[in-house]
């Protein structure tokens, strides 16, 4: 059964931080890339960060770099997001997703073929 599940959502106030989890199936940890979108109400869904399962390069929206940072903990098949100096406009819901394409490893949510069902974050001013 193929499944990512998010935790480590919550509110915080401005310049705060929250590290989001993502822990995966054993399918889904044999993908070539994990990555963390996300999404508001109403508007397109978008790409946050990414990283390769096998040598971990990683990739981040403008919007979030130096701010945020992807990991990983292959021995617990967990994907972590780690969001630092967090604004307002980072609020939104968070999700994890996967893609088994070779080479892929982008910031595109069509790229992706398994996402987890999402975490809220709400950062106040």
């Known amino acids: 059964q193929v499944q990512l599940v998010e935790s480590g959502g919550g509110s915080v106030q401005a310049g705060g931080s929250l590290r989001l989890s993502c822990v995966t199936s054993?399918?889904?940890?044999?993908?070539?890339?994990m990555g963390w979108f996300r999404q508001v109400l109403g508007k397109e869904r978008e790409g946050v960060a990414s990283?390769?399962?096998?040598?971990?390069?990683?990739s981040y929206a403008d919007s979030v770099k130096d701010r945020f940072t992807i990991s990983q903990d292959n021995a617990k098949n967990t994907v972590y997001l780690q969001m630092n100096s967090l604004k307002p406009e980072d609020t939104s819901m968070y999700y994890c997703?996967?893609?088994?394409?070779?080479?892929?490893?982008?910031?595109?949510?069509?790229?992706?073929?398994?996402w987890g069902q999402g975490t809220q974050v709400t950062v106040s001013s």
């Open positions: 990283i390769m399962r096998i040598g971990g390069t990683q």
């Open positions: 054993r399918v889904t940890y044999s993908s070539n890339c």
């Open positions: 997703a996967a893609t088994v394409g070779a080479g892929v490893c982008g910031l595109g949510p069509n790229e992706y073929n398994y």
